[in-house]
């Protein structure tokens, strides 16, 4: 629950414009045919809920582990392992054979590669006497970079029809999710999501520093193990749901901060969240009815996220 004024009224004002932005979204040019049109978009309203969430609570609980603004959990190389598990199965087993069984045993099992892998580097690399939380990070530059050049080798020798089917799958898209995936995909973000509201008043604290944190009674190494690990499940979650979307929690974070002026973990989660529905809604309401699917969200996400990351980076710089 929010408790100061001004945050709350923030919020209450949040919740208004997402939620009025997605009744627009839901009933504009329906041409007569508003039920179909609910449910074609309606399930497409719940990604981006749930997008919105698992971008928004990872990727600042990630800046708060490493004390960094300008990092995104994408930096661990995930977006790139997924990529390369897509590139994979598109490659060895064919692009009609994927497209036709999109079951839920390949969308966990996804979720599962991707977890599993990201936890064992975190386990493998932050050691419980050093403070070497950046030694993952570029263990993670590095794996990205090594799972993106075998995607790239796949891509240049496979079918050029199996690789125009595979460049629908990398590009995040909120136009064919399945029903079933996002009752998985609730499960998740909703357990993840939880440990973080729980933990939350001891990542206020980590906001004062590791120092500080550890003289105050907690347990950073402990901290730090079990937030990486569910920063991965949302991270992967997400990823696995409509694709990659590097850029989506970095710009709600940047904004939330601008916007909320506060480091109240909490209050961060909540607004953050309805600051990424309206950004998600917003930006496929600009798709489909401003350029016509002419384009796609990702790349709006994409553009968008460049320029306010140069843009933070130049401020940085004349402060």
Known sequence: ????????????????????????????????????????????????????????????????????????????GLD????????????????????????????????????????????????????????????????????????????????PNEYDMLQGKLFASFNNVNTNHMIAAIIIILVACIYFLFISSQLDVLTLGRDAAVNLGINVHRIQILSLVFISMLTATSTALVGPTVFLGFIISIISYIFFGSFNHRNLFICSSLLGVILLVGGQFLVEQVFGFSTTISVIIQFLGGVIFIGKILRERKV
């Open 80 to 159: 790139n392992l997924y990529v390369l598990i897509q590139t994979s199965l598109f490659f060895f087993i064919g692009g009609v054979k994927m497209l036709s069984q999109e079951s839920i045993y390949l969308f966990l099992g996804t979720i599962l590669i991707m977890t599993i892998l990201s936890t064992l580097i975190i386990v493998m690399f932050v050691r419980k006497e050093k403070n070497d939380l950046y030694e993952v990070l570029m263990i993670g530059i590095v794996s990205g970079t090594f799972f993106s050049s075998i995607s790239t080798f796949l891509q240049v020798i496979m079918n």
């Open 1 to 76: 629950m929010i408790k100061d004024k001004k945050i709350w009224i923030k919020a209450s004002s949040l919740f208004f414009v997402a939620v009025l932005m997605v009744i627009v979204y839901l009933t504009y040019n329906t041409y007569g045919n508003l039920d179909f049109a609910l449910s074609l978009r309606g399930k497409k309203v719940i990604g981006f809920v749930l997008v919105a969430i698992a971008s928004s609570v990872s990727t600042i609980s990630f800046q708060t582990l490493t004390n960094n603004r300008l990092l995104s959990p994408g930096i661990l």
